[in-house]
T-cell receptor, first 115, second 113 residues
């Protein structure tokens, strides 16, 4: 069964460093998302991406964040200068379409630890 | 800004019995609702969804009920199995304007033998 994959599973970085989190969405899906979950809190939306551009972003997704689909399969989230409060699980998700079925399928997540 | 609330942080149910997980929402623009299951160190797994034009959707052991007037939905699992032990998240979506999911805080279900 097709699934969303994410690498790395765990990333440790120092405050101020840049990180890139990688995702491979399900191959026939057209919509891509990033969410995050800070320990003990709920899953929060960061950004959605369709047709090679951001379609929606949350207040969390400030100028320090960017997304890219560099080729036909990868979808990346970059944090330019990490802060302690960026420590969280980051989930990539994809969906096939926004008509009829709105289900989003999630990857296993990348645990980002900023020290 | 708790637009989606799951007021029970945890629930314990005996194997074979019914598990009922509840979710309330405040945003009347939400018109599509989803339930996800999450095991530790894994991503949320889609379980079942319901559109606001329906009041019930069933898939095997899982049934979701929607009460629009009360802005309330519930997930019924029957019979409950030990493998159902996980955190269950309710999520909501406004299909007209946005594709983002708004999640509740989750309910940890423990199915005991």
């Amino acid at each position: 069964e097709p699934e969303v994959t994410q690498t790395p599973s765990h990333q440790v970085t120092q405050m101020g460093q840049e990180v890139i989190l990688r995702c491979v969405p399900i191959s026939n899906h057209l919509y891509f998302y990033w969410y995050r979950q800070i320990l003990g809190q709920k899953v929060e939306f960061l950004v959605s991406f369709y047709n090679n551009e951001i379609s929606e972003k949350s207040e969390i997704f400030d100028d320090q964040f960017s997304v890219e689909r560099p080729d036909g399969s990868n979808f990346t989230l970059k944090i330019r200068s990490t802060k302690l409060e960026d420590s969280a699980m980051y989930f990539c998700a994809s969906s096939e379409t926004l008509a009829v079925n709105y289900e989003q399928y999630f990857g296993p997540g990348t645990r980002l630890t900023v020290t | 800004d708790q637009q989606v609330k799951q007021n029970s942080p945890s629930l314990s149910v005996q194997e074979g019995r019914i598990s009922i997980l509840n979710c309330d929402y405040t945003n009347s623009m939400f018109d599509y609702f989803l339930w996800y299951k999450k095991y530790p160190a894994e991503g949320p797994t889609f379980l079942i969804s319901i559109s606001s034009i329906k009041d019930k959707n069933e898939d095997g052991r899982f049934t979701v009920f929607l009460n629009k007037s009360a802005k309330h939905l519930s997930l019924h699992i029957v019979p409950s199995q030990p493998g159902d032990s996980a955190v269950y998240f309710c999520a909501a979506l406004n299909t007209g304007t946005a594709s983002k999911l708004t999640f509740g805080t989750g309910t940890r279900l423990q199915v005991t033998l």
